[in-house]
């Protein structure tokens, strides 16, 4: 007759009957000082009861550090956030860590692979992803941080697609004395450009105002560019809001080649606070995305599941800003 096996102790038991965190568990065997004595002593409790042993990457985590920490990308991303990258590894090495930029190839699923083959490498301490991953991340033996701002392709989402800063720049202009307004969007499969154009509409309406229509466009300053130079001379818009500062700048071009003074005829709004609208003539009208917020207050999360210790309260601000310049001011007379 055969013999009925125990199940097999995993780390969350250990972490319920400690009453700790399984990051603070997994901590512990990878490296645990800085943990409060009290912490280690509830923890090397319950392993002598329960006679728990780790897995052979952990054991072997436990004596090793990498001071390493990996951010995963998918690949398939045509642009990458270079400023949350920035600030991300900055806030890294601020607080003694390396931070390597990963590019793993697939969905969700095959990423999640990646990452968690990563994570037994031993060759990192902790995982931050961008992008989702079908993974849990107690599943991994570094802590593995994911957050929820971008989509498979790196398109922002949540707070990056917020588009309230759309009704307070068509209240702005509307105050100067603007009635009849364009919006050239960006494309369609980007959350931030859908809300965008739901928020210039809805605006648009609940003000009593005059919208030309919406332009389609893919982000790029040609689009923007065809956009204006397709409108008739008697349009009558007076006010473009943007779906970026390129789209943007492509529009400025095209109603100085129109010989529409910018902003005597027409005010110009873009989006990003891209340096080269700055230094445009005239300079740029448009939103400042704190990006790099994002990247410090993603790898502060990350640090503090590493050691073990409480996530950090986010600081409250606001991730979009207005920016008033030169290609903004009333409509003509």
């Known amino acids: 007759m055969g013999r009925s096996e125990t199940p097999r102790v995993t780390i ?3 972490a319920r009957r400690a009453g700790v965190s399984h990051q603070t568990v997994s901590r512990y065997f990878r490296h645990n000082e800085g943990l409060k004595p009290e912490t280690r002593r509830k923890i090397d409790e319950v392993v002598q009861e329960l006679n728990y042993r780790p897995n052979l990457v952990a054991r072997s985590m436990r004596t090793r550090r990498t001071n390493r920490l990996a951010i995963t990308l998918p690949a398939s991303a045509h642009l990458w956030p270079m400023r949350l990258l920035g600030a991300a590894s900055a806030a890294a090495h601020a607080e003694g860590f390396q931070l390597e930029v990963v590019s793993v190839v697939g969905d969700a699923r095959a990423r999640a692979e990646r990452v968690l083959e990563l994570a037994a490498s031993g060759q990192v301490e ?3 992803s961008l992008s989702p991953l079908d993974l849990d991340p107690a599943q991994a033996p570094v802590p593995v941080v994911v957050t929820g701002d971008y989509d498979d392709n790196l398109r922002g989402v949540n707070e990056l697609a917020d588009a309230s800063p759309v009704a307070e720049i068509i209240d702005y202009l509307a105050g100067l004395g603007h009635r009849v307004f364009l919006h050239i969007a960006g494309a369609q499969t980007f959350t931030s450009a859908r809300n965008r154009k739901r928020v210039y509409e809805q605006t648009i309406e609940s003000r009593g105002l005059t919208s030309y229509g919406v332009a389609a466009g893919d982000w ?6 065809d956009a204006v130079h397709a409108l008739p001379d008697d349009c009558g818009v ?4 943007a779906a970026n500062d390129h789209v943007a700048m492509g529009a400025v ?6 010989g529409w003074r910018v902003p005597g005829d027409v005010s110009v709004f873009g989006w990003d606070d891209e ?6 003539t005239p300079s740029l009208s448009t939103v400042a995305v704190d990006r790099e917020v994002q990247g410090r ?9 590493v050691r073990g210790e409480p996530a950090p309260e986010p600081a409250a601000r606001s991730l979009n800003q207005v920016i008033i310049r030169e290609s903004a001011g009333p409509p003509p007379r």
Do not use: K, N, P, Q
């Open 220 to 225: 790029s300053a040609r689009s923007g560019y």
């Open 297 to 305: 207050e993603a790898v502060a999360r990350l640090v503090a599941e």
């Open 12 to 14: 969350h038991e250990v």
């Open 238 to 241: 007076t006010a473009i809001v």
């Open 275 to 280: 340096e080269l609208g700055r230094f445009a």
């Open 253 to 258: 071009r095209a109603a100085l080649a129109r």
């Open 126 to 128: 902790g995982i931050l």
